[in-house]
Structure formats: structure tokens, C-alpha cells
């Protein structure tokens, strides 16, 4: 699979690891459908590493894996719908993000990279951490002050170094972008699209549990890498002629910072007003989606859509799931709300992705 800039088409270099192209400053993505081929499946490979070829990663490489993946399906009722629920923040490091870390991570290795740093707002920076960690990469995570306590002892906890960042979760990206201009890795989770391969797994995993694909996915929305990468991994499917359809996408945000839903809803006029809020979704506190236009072009193709979420319809959706046995932190929460505002026009099987442990708030 080849990468190239979104921006002037030119190939990701042979050697080193640029977060952004080198020429033109542009972000980097695979170019073409992520091809899937059932009879390639390997399953004596750990966790999602059983879909390697679809990883674009050389064939020697040894898989960067901690048995992520294979998360429950759990059916249940709500809204007086059959509702599955797929419980990602049953990974091990207790978040979808790491799905992506691993191939990311993967990629890494596959350059000899030794020294990384990332920033976060707690799980993307604790995934990479913990798979920093397993492929013996030193790791240095730049995280907002307000990032919550548990994650920030969780990234310690695994070795990484933890730099804390004072104001909102813009000034860690900032941080950590001076850091790369001093030649250190920045193995960003948003610039770099290698975690994206990751991600599509989720897709694979759908079709196997629901032997068919989903009629409607629900997930919360922040950079939006995984619903890029559910997206890419569906297109592939599709592709491969294993569904007949892309499922419905409705992304969810905060409506304290909700710029996809803002600009899909209103244009370029809903930008002027949309800011970093203090909502308690932290996990996509994200004012500037790096991949926005692509994401928003992707959904208006396939016909989905984005949804907003007030914070009191977040903290009673966290109860509402816990009350199920379904124990997320507060970012997971921007579901349930969602759930109410599309029940009436979802199409089954209908799929809600939890994508973060509660253990991480405090």
C-alpha cells in the first residue's frame, strides 16, 4: 500500500519517519482502498496482527502486539431497540487506540526507531506507551494539565516520560511539534496514518461477529482516526465483495467542541464559533481535526453523519451505560445521547463503540 502527501502526491520517504511531508508540510495517507482478502487471514498471529496483510508492513517484521482486538460484542436493550455494543476499552491498555498503536508501533520498529515522543490527552499517549514499551521504544508523552490523573500514572507506570503541558490540549500538540523540529520521532497518532490499518480491523471484526455487516455504527469523534479507519476498513470489504454496503457512521462530539459536526451541519460559517471548551469528554476535546475535510467528505459519500452532545446528556449517558454493566469513561459517554437522537432512522444491526474504560476517570 502506498503512502504519499494528501497535499503535492509526493511518497513517503524509504528511510526516517517525517510526521508531515518534507516539502510541502502536508499530511501523509494511504492512497486507494486498503485491500482485505478473507483467505489471507492468518490466525496464528497475536491479536489484530492475524489481519497483517492489510498492514502494509514488511513480512518480516515481528508483530508489536499485547492481544489486542477480539473485544466482546455484548447485545442489550435501549430505546426499545436491540442494541450491540462493542466494547473496545476492553484492550489492554483499556481503549480502542490500541488497535492503532500497534501498527503504528509496527511501523516504528520497522525503522529502527529507538527514541519517540506523542502527545495526548491520555489514551492515545498511555496505548503508546504501553506498545513503546513492548517493542522497546523510550517514550515521551506530552499531555494537558488537565489530562486525567489515572492516565497520566498509567503512561508512568509503563515507562514513559510524562511531560505535563499548561492550557488546553492545543498547546500539547504545540510542545511536542518543537520537539520534533529538534529531530526527535514525533510518532503523532493524528499526523501519521499508520495507525489507521489498525483501526479497519475493527470493521473485520463487526463482519465476523455479526456475519454480516452492521446496518448503523455510533462512535465518539475527536481527531477521528478510528472512524477513518472503520470507514477505510468497510470500503475494503466492500470492495472485496464481503458486504454490500457501508454502513451508516454517525460521529459523535461534545457540543463544547464539536467542529466536524459544526462544519458538516452549518459550512465554513459553523467554524467561527466553534471553540476548545471545558467539556468533560476530554478524550475528543479536538478544536483542529487534522483529517476534517477528508472525514466530512467521506460521510457525505457514504451517508453519515456527525452529532453533537450536550455535557449533562454525556454524564447521564456514563450512568445510563454503567447501570448496563457497560463501565466507560465520560468520552465513551457521548453515545448514549446520540443512540436517542438517531433511533428512529438506525438501521440494523445497530452498533455502539464504547471506546474507553471508566477506570481512566478519576
Known amino acids: 500500500m502506498e503512502v504519499v502527501c494528501t497535499n503535492c502526491h509526493q511518497p513517503y520517504p524509504d528511510v526516517g519517519v517525517p510526521y508531515r511531508c518534507p516539502t510541502c508540510g502536508g499530511i501523509y495517507d494511504y492512497l486507494g482502498v486498503i485491500p482485505f482478502s478473507r483467505v489471507a487471514i492468518q490466525p496464528d498471529q497475536p491479536g489484530i496482527w492475524r489481519y497483517r496483510e492489510t498492514f502494509g508492513l514488511p513480512r518480516e517484521l515481528q508483530p508489536i502486539s499485547l492481544g489486542e482486538g477480539n473485544t466482546p460484542l455484548i447485545w442489550d436493550k435501549a430505546f426499545n431497540r436491540s442494541i450491540a455494543f462493542k ?25 529502527q526507531v529507538e527514541v519517540a515522543v506523542e502527545d495526548s490527552s491520555g489514551n492515545a499517549g498511555a496505548s503508546f506507551a504501553a506498545y513503546a514499551a513492548r517493542a522497546g521504544i523510550k517514550a515521551r508523552v506530552f499531555v494537558p494539565e488537565m489530562a486525567a490523573g489515572p492516565k497520566r500514572v498509567q503512561i508512568s507506570a509503563y515507562g514513559a516520560e510524562v511531560e505535563a503541558v499548561a492550557g488546553p490540549r492545543s498547546n500539547a500538540t504545540e510542545a511536542v ?96 464559533w466553534v471553540s476548545e471548551g471545558p467539556t468533560k469528554a476530554e478524550g475528543i476535546r479536538v478544536v483542529h481535526p487534522l483529517r476534517g475535510d477528508t472525514l466530512i467528505r467521506a460521510m457525505e459519500v457514504t451517508g453519515g453523519q456527525f ?25 465513551s459517554a457521548v453515545v448514549w445521547n446520540a443512540l436517542f437522537q438517531v433511533i428512529g432512522q438506525a438501521l440494523d444491526p445497530l452498533v455502539v463503540v464504547l471506546t474507553g474504560s471508566g477506570l481512566k476517570n478519576p
Open 87 to 111: 466494547c473496545e476499552y476492553l484492550n489492554p491498555s483499556g481503549s480502542f487506540k490500541d488497535r492503532g498503536s500497534a501498527t503504528l508501533v509496527g511501523f516504528l520498529r520497522s525503522r
Open 307 to 331: 452529532l453533537a452532545v450536550e455535557e449533562n446528556d454525556i454524564m447521564n449517558g456514563r450512568d445510563q451505560l454503567a447501570r448496563r454493566g457497560l463501565y466507560v469513561e465520560i468520552t
Open 177 to 272: 511539534r518543537r520537539e520534533a523540529e529538534h529531530g526527535v520521532v514525533y510518532a503523532s497518532h493524528a499526523y501519521l496514518p499508520f495507525n489507521i490499518p489498525g483501526y479497519a480491523t475493527l470493521a473485520y471484526e463487526l463482519l465476523e461477529q455479526l456475519g454480516k455487516a452492521p446496518g448503523t455504527v455510533v462512535l465518539p469523534v475527536g481527531q477521528g482516526g478510528l472512524l477513518l479507519g472503520l470507514l477505510r476498513g468497510f470500503e475494503g470489504l466492500l470492495q472485496a465483495g464481503e458486504i454490500r454496503a457501508i454502513p451508516k457512521m454517525i460521529g459523535v462530539q461534545a457540543r463544547l467542541c464539536a467542529p466536524l459536526w459544526a462544519a458538516s451541519s452549518y459550512g465554513l460559517a459553523g467554524l467561527q
